[in-house]
């Protein structure tokens, strides 16, 4: 089994920057990919950063620009920083990673966009 723990959510004002960050532990053997996930209340969880091996990263649209994913190998975690917060960023955010066909979820950590 893989676990994952995320840190990092709470609330911020529009425009504003928060860092998520997660770590693995456990039965880690060959990871594929790590990433972040969120979902907003009433709507699916949607990818947000993706990073592969080879350092192959994707981004939902909406956020290009103004979020960044990292991974660091050798302690198993991956970071988002998140940058010009908006209110539609609003959402729980999980960490994800994917390794020999199954993926893994964090506990999920709320990021509150709000005036």
């Known amino acids: 089994q893989v676990q994952l723990v995320e840190s990092g959510g709470g609330l911020v004002q529009p425009g504003g920057s928060l860092r998520l960050s997660c770590t693995a532990s456990g039965s880690i053997l060959s990871i594929n990919s790590m990433g972040w996930y969120r979902q907003a209340p009433g709507k699916q969880r949607d990818m947000v950063a993706r990073m592969w091996g080879g350092n192959t990263i994707n981004y939902a649209d909406s956020v290009k620009g103004r979020f960044t994913i990292s991974r660091d190998n050798a302690k198993n975690t991956v970071s988002l920083q998140m940058n010009s917060l908006k209110p539609e960023d609003t959402a729980v955010y999980y960490c994800?990673?994917?390794?020999?066909?199954?993926?893994?979820w964090g506990q999920g950590t709320q990021v509150t966009v709000s005036s």
């Open positions: 994800s990673l994917f390794q020999r066909g199954d993926t893994y």
